[in-house]
Structure formats: C-alpha cells, structure tokens
C-alpha cells in the first residue's frame, strides 16, 4: 500500500510541477571491428536530480532500460553502464535501491548483419529528486549504421560526440533527418530550449537584447512569465533555503564582458517567512519578473549564452530547473549567428521561421494604455466544476446506481456497532467515491500535459474518433448494448470489500465505479473532453465534481437514514433518464463531428445541417418523452406521470426553440445564431444557403487573406497583411486568437460581437486580424518548416499562429484579444475570455482613447 500512495502521490506532483526534464539524451555510434559496434547512450543529469540503474531489482522505482525493437539484421551483446552510482535505502520506496546521478554512459555491443536497415527502439527511465517523483518517460531511438570503410571512421557531432555515421553529403532529407537523431537523439522538445523558451506551462522564459549608443553595447533582457499560485526566488537572497535565482554566462570573458551588475525587476514581489523551508525569511517573485545585465561584445556577431538556474515553488512542493536561452547579437549589417535549438531533430533542410516581433515583446509586460485588466478568476474552472456536478446528479438517477444508495447506506448503519460508526464509515465511503475519480482526471493530465489536451481538442483525428465513442455511448443508453468493464475486475474489488475495515470500505467503492461504469462511464467521458480546455487541471476538477454528487447521497443518508424514506422507488423511469442521456450523448456527437469538419475545411456539417439534425434529435426525444417512440427496454405503455410530461413540454420547446435558428439576421446577413447553442453548432455564416457578402475586392486583390469573419466583420487571416493594411490605413489592431473549435471564442462572437457598440467598433475603428490555431490548412511552401525560437515543426497554417501567440504572448489557450498600435506596440493587457459585453466594449473604447494619446504624441514628436 505504501508504494501504491507513493506512486499516486507521485502523479499528483508530477501534474502539479508542470513537467519540468531534468535529464537529457543523447546517442551515438563506435565502431569495434568487423561488423560490430558499441551503441552509446549518454544521459545528462541536472543537480539534485537522479535516474535508476539498469541493474535494479523490479518492484520499487522504474529502472532505466533500452529496448530493442527485435529483427533479424542484428544481434544484441552485453550492455554496460557507467557513471557516479550510488546504492542504499530509499524512504520513497521503502526499500534499497541503486541510484545514478550526473551522468551516466550505456553501452551496447551489437553485431549487424544488414546493413539496409536502421536498428530502433526506446529507452525508458524514472527521474527523482528527495521528495518528488516525475512519471516514468520513454525516448525512441534509432541507428542508421554503415558498413565500415563506406564513411570516415569517425566524426564529432554537433553535440561533441562521436558518430562513425554521418550521412553522405548527398543523402536525401529523410536520410538527414535519422543522421542527426543518431547524434543528438529525439528528446521531447522542452527540454533546455536554447532560443528563449522552455515547454513547462508554470513559468515561460524569452530574452531579448536591446541596442546602445555604442554598437557594440547591449542590453540583455531576459524575462519569465510565472502563472498564478507559483513563483521563483529572489537573486539577491541568502542560501540555506531555496535556490535563488542565478545567471551562468558561457562564454564570458572570450565573447563579451558583463558592465556593471544584473538589475532584477518583478511585477509583484512578496518578502516574509515561507512554510516550505521552516519559515526563513525568503523574497518570492511571481507574475513578471525580468532581469537586465548591460554587457560589451568583443566581436559580433555572436549568439550569447545563459543558463537561467532557478527554484519554482507553489504552496506544496518545489523543483530545481535550469533553463538555457541564447541570444543572438547582430552586426553593423544586421547578420546573426544560426541559432536552432539543441537536442531537437531539425532537418538540414528545414526552413526556419523566427515569428519574434520585438516591440510586441517590449511592450507586453508595460501597455502603452492603462487599460488594467483584473486578473481573471478560475470562473472557467468553477463552470467545469458545475457540468461535472451535474454529470454526477444525472448518474445518480441511472439504473446502474440508484438502487445502491439505500442497500449501501442501510448496510452501513445496520452493520456497524452504533449510529456514529455508521455515519463514519458512509462519509469514508463516500471520500473515497471522491479520491477514486480525482484520481483518474489527475492521472489523466499527468500523462498527456495540458498543452497535449489542449491539442487533442482541435485535432480532426481526435474529434471524429470522439464522435464515433459518443455515438457508441448512445447506441447503449438506447439499450442495443451494454458497455461494461470487465467482470475480473468487479469480482476482485468485491473480493477485497468483504475484508471490511478502511480498505474495505475503499474497494466497496471502487466497486460501485466498476460496476456502475455502464451508466456512468458515458457521462464521465462527456464531461472529460469538455473538460481539456479548461486548462492543466480541467479534468481533475470536473471529476471532483462528478464524484461530489455521486457521494453526496451516501453521506448524508448515512448521517440522516430516516430521508431514505423520502426516497423515489426504482422503476421504469430510470431507463427513460438513460434514453433521454442517449438523445443527449448523439446531439453532443455532431459537435465533435463539427470541430473535425471546420479545423480540416471538409464543408460538409455547415450550419443547417448540424442544427437540421439537433432538431431532428430533439424532436425524436420529444415525440419518446410522449410516449409515441419506444425502445427496447421500455416496460409496458402507461400513461404520463406528471415529471415526464413536464419534460416533454421542454423538449418540445426546446425543439421549437432550435427551428428559430433558421430565421434570418440582417446585419449579419446570415441566419439567427441562438446563444444556447454558441459554442456548440459551427458558426452561422458557415453556411450552404446564406453566403456572406464578397469583401472589398480591391482590398483583396492586394491582401489575399482579407475575408468576411463571424458576424459579417471583415478580418484578416494573416497577421503581416493585416498590420500591413493596418499601417496603410492607420488604424489600431485587434489581434483575435481563436479556433475553429474554440468554444469560447464562438460565445464571445455570438454574445458580444453582435452588441451594436462593439460591433460597430470592430467593423469601422479597428483592423481584426483573426488568426485561426487550429487551421489545418498546409503551409504554402512544402519545404519542411520549424520554428526558430521553439524548435517545434509548423505542420500548418494552425501551428504557425499558435507558435506566434506562444512566442510574442506567452500564452496557449484561446480566445485571446491583443490590442496594438499599427506599428506593432501592446496598448492594453491582453484579454481572454469573459462574459461581460459592456467590460469588452470597456476595453476596446479604452484601446481606441490609447491610440488617438499615442499618434498625438507622434505628430507632436514629428514636429
């Protein structure tokens, strides 16, 4: 049991600290003689950090192991492992383990016999520090050896190791490719990005370098972005508690010289006494905080390097990480030096695009306009805890768990000594119901990280997928089928119940989540998808809504046994509550079919066939809710009780209600979107019947992405030619990142945009440039594109604005508004979502009072 709370403490951490990588890999080739070769893996260690050995015995931590994919054209020897080891008790595993810290070598001899096949497979390891544990990771390599005397003997990589096979100066991209994966290997890209960011959504670094007077002078900026609830610790602060923040300059002395000391600025700095590290005095710094250094170049150009080490802490636990950033330095002719991140695979002819804008950067931290945004409370997180609430409240009313409520609270309060052992042992029955789905949402998170849910929402693969399970989910509410987890697993839990005591009483739970699964499984994973892009712990708070509904019942009719004679007796009507979740579970199905359908640019669910097939599914829940449709596990024709006829009366409003969206809306020049479906159906103007009016062709003519947006606004889909026709035209920019498959940006379009002040602001005042992230459309050119700064691959048009948000905003998540000057300068603090019209109209008046300040003062300067 003790390694079981280890391991799930460990998830929880894990999911908490945002996935830092403290260990790097890399691999290379030697050849021995003949046709042998030693295969060398080298993984790099940051302080306090450890892997495991390979040697280790199974049943406590993950041991690090390579594993070979087996095929015929090559044959393994021994494995040997090298480095700084130590062996001893491990409190975290309460047992002895074997430690490797630093750095470590593997070595494994093979001998080839093809030579026409690479040898592949994947490495897997644990990393730990004194109190925490990340989940174990796996790494896929590969080996493209060459029979000996075909290349030179050997040859130092880039990453100053040694590989035997580089690729002949005319291999093709392909052959590139797997030549620079067999030397640097194919890490997950957040590790030590050296261009200014890092992958962990808790803390986003960059670093720009400003000109002087003096062309060989800069100042180097070097600036995190921390989210709410965490932070780093001060430079200038004492040691024997927290790592303070500190600058390692490579290269210092050879390259440049610093002038004068490092200038450390937060937005918000909090000094007192810190629980963590037995209430030392410490100087927290959170949301903002840069870092200034003046420094002199002894030649340029040159790309400098610093190594960012530094402590990131919540309220419950810490990690050490290092973050590596370079700096490009440019000459009198505006030259830099090449610099592409390190441990990223990048083909050597893979086009590079740097989507930095400078004065955006500059300028985001301190708007030219005091257009304060209140920092925005988790009122999407509450919203997500609500629809996991009411999930929970709808399972209740299922077959599968309602006729629990009272055998379990009866067979507490009769088989315990007294009313308060009976109570005791409800509540715990009812904590553990919760612990069990918490437990799921947070694994959940901890395998895919918020960034991969994120994209899992807008991704056409995923959404048709998710389409298919919840037509599945519906098929068995209607009663085709049931979905059941396997039988093994119940009679186990059952098993380990009777035992009785505190386990007991958590398996008697974990029993009710396995048998009750049928009813319950639909609904939890309705609620998961909803949940993914709500942020890193989405899914962990849906499901602690869920399991607080579900065990509410059984606590307080532990404590109060007398309600359950309140209680309604089982009957048929539950399996009308399970069809009427089918009616739901199928409407909710063309919605994931819609996101696959827009993010692609398929064009076949357009708006009046998705709201033609919602009425059609309403309808038919109408004409069930009155009896007139019927389905296969229905008890006999009785006639309505007075509930279901008050539900049929909904439905059928409901339905009459959903025809209304077909009226027609004349500013928009499109149809009625009904607010109950923003978010849900696809956007009005995409439509078969209604086109929206042709832009202006003369614009378009010289601005080929210039197009008509929601609600008949024109817009720009690029963001050079909007701010180019924005300079033309000298007006401010409203920069909207949005998607396709974006709930939230649907409602602010369809409840806010339509409001006659912000609308007309948005058509006559304002350039909208609307840069779509999950576009789907390729790139242009079919030259494999990355990103200079992240090191990710731009795929398409999606990934090329979502990397531009990521680098010039700091941010992932959509919608997000930019208010901008025409020359690229931030005028207000960027705004997600909120409900509030008048608070958005607020704030586009406020950009606009900015701007006009602004080019006064420009014409005032000219003069």
Not at 166 to 178: D, H, I
Not at 565 to 592: C, D, I, Q, R, Y
Not at 599 to 622: C, D, K, N
Request: hydrophobic residues 40%.
């Amino acid at each position: 049991m003790k390694q079981l709370f280890v391991f799930a403490m460990t998830l929880m951490t894990s999911w908490a600290l945002s996935q830092p990588n403290p260990v790097s890999w890399q691999w290379s080739s030697k050849h021995v003689d003949g046709n042998t070769f030693d295969l060398i893996f080298t993984a790099t260690i940051q302080s306090g950090w450890n892997t495991y050995s390979i040697h280790m015995e199974p049943g406590g931590p993950v041991p690090t192991s390579f594993n070979f994919n087996e095929d015929s054209h090559y044959s393994l020897g021994e494995m040997k492992e090298e480095g700084k080891v130590k062996k001893g008790y491990d409190k975290l595993f309460d047992q002895d383990v074997i430690k490797v810290y630093t750095e470590a070598t593997y070595t494994q001899r093979v001998e080839v016999s093809d030579y026409s096949k690479p040898i592949t497979g994947y490495l897997e390891f644990m990393t730990c520090n004194e109190v925490t544990c990340l989940p174990p990771k796996s790494i896929d390599f590969s080996f493209a050896l060459q029979k000996p005397g075909k290349t030179p003997e050997s040859q130092t990589s880039e990453a100053g190791k040694i590989n035997e096979n580089p690729a002949s100066p005319a291999a093709t991209a392909e052959e590139n490719q797997n030549a620079w994966s067999s030397v640097v290997g194919t890490e997950e890209l957040n590790v030590n990005s050296a261009t200014g960011f890092q992958k962990p959504t808790s803390i986003l670094w960059n670093a720009t370098a400003d000109v002087t007077d003096n062309p060989n002078e800069f100042i180097i900026n070097i600036n995190a972005t921390i989210d709410d609830g965490w932070n780093i610790y001060s430079m200038f602060m004492d040691e024997g508690g927290p790592i303070p923040t500190s600058l390692i300059w490579e290269n210092e002395g050879e390259e440049f010289s610093r002038i004068d000391g490092t200038n450390e600025v937060a937005e918000k700095k909090k000094e007192g006494k810190d629980p963590l590290f037995d209430n030392m005095e410490v100087v927290k710094l959170m949301h903002g905080v840069t870092y200034q250094q003046k420094i002199h170049a002894n030649h340029l150009p040159i790309n400098i390097s610093v190594i960012v080490d530094y402590m990131i802490c919540n309220d419950e636990s810490c990690v050490p990480v290092q973050e590596n950033l370079i700096i490009p330095l440019a000459d009198a002719s505006g030259s830099t030096l090449a610099a592409t991140p390190p441990n990223v695979s990048i083909p050597n002819d893979a086009a590079l695009v740097d989507n930095r804008v400078v004065s955006l950067q500059e300028t985001l931290g301190q708007p030219l306009g005091n257009c304060e945004e209140e920092e925005e409370a988790n009122s999407g997180l509450l919203w997500i805890f609500v629809m996991g609430f009411l999930g929970g409240l709808l399972a209740l009313l299922t077959p599968c768990v309602f006729p629990m409520i009272p055998l379990t609270v009866s067979f507490f309060t009769k088989g315990s000594k007294d009313r308060k052992s009976g109570i005791r042992n409800g509540l715990i029955y009812g904590a553990s119901i919760v612990i069990i789905y918490v437990s799921i949402g947070l694994l959940i998170t901890a395998i895919a990280g918020p960034k991969a849910l994120n994209e899992l929402s807008t991704n056409w693969i995923s959404n048709s997928l998710f389409f298919l399970i919840f037509v599945l989910f519906a098929l068995s509410f209607f009663g085709i089928y049931e979905i059941t987890l396997p039988s093994a697993l119940a009679n186990k839990s059952d098993n380990i119940a009777e035992k009785g005591g505190l386990i007991g009483t958590f398996f008697m739970a974990f029993t009710l989540a396995v048998v009750s699964f049928s009813c319950t499984g639909p609904i939890i994973g309705t609620a998961l998808v909803q949940s993914v892009t709500s942020g890193k712990i989405g899914p962990a708070v849906v499901m602690l809504g869920f399991s607080t509904a579900l065990a509410l019942p059984f606590g307080l009719f532990a404590a109060f046994p007398a309600w359950l004679n309140s209680l309604p007796k089982s009957g048929s009507w539950m399996n009308t509550v399970k069809v009427v979740l089918g009616f739901l579970e199928l409407a909710l199905a063309l919605k994931f079919l819609s996101v696959a359908d827009m993010t692609s640019h398929w064009g076949f669910l357009r708006y009046e066939l998705f709201m033609g097939l919602w009425v059609l599914i309403f309808g038919a829940m109408t004409l069930y809710l009155f009896g007139v449709l019927r389905f296969k596990l229905d008890g006999p024709r009785k006639s309505l009780s007075g509930p279901r006829l008050a539900f049929a009366l909904v439905s059928l409003a409901f339905t009459i209600y959903l025809a209304t969206g077909f009226m027609g809306n004349p500013r928009t020049k499109s149809y009625n979107a009904l607010n109950l479906m923003s978010g849900l159906a696809p956007p009005a103007h995409y439509n078969y019947f209604k086109p929206l009016p042709d832009p202006d062709p003369a614009i378009k003519s010289r601005y080929p992405s210039y197009s008509k947006c929601a609600n008949n606004l024109n817009c720009f889909k690029d963001y050079h030619e909007g701010m180019a026709y924005a300079r033309e035209v000298n007006k401010p920019v409203m920069l909207d990142f949005t998607g396709y498959g974006c709930v939230n940006c649907r409602k602010t379009e369809e409840y806010i945009w339509v409001k006659d002040d912000v609308w007309q602001k948005l058509a006559n005042d304002y350039v909208l440039i609307s840069l779509y992230t999950d576009d789907g459309k390729p790139l242009p050119d079919s030259t494999e594109v990355y990103s200079k700064i992240t090191g990710e691959r731009l795929r398409n048009v999606g990934y090329l604005w979502k990397d531009f948000q990521q680098v010039n905003f700091n941010q992932i998540t959509q919608p997000l508004y930019v208010l901008t000057t025409p020359d690229e300068k931030v005028m207000a603090r960027p705004r997600g979502y909120k409900e509030d019209a008048e608070d958005y109209n607020a704030f586009l008046q406020c950009g606009l009072e900015t701007f006009k300040e602004y080019r006064n003062q420009e014409l005032i300067g000219s003069r």
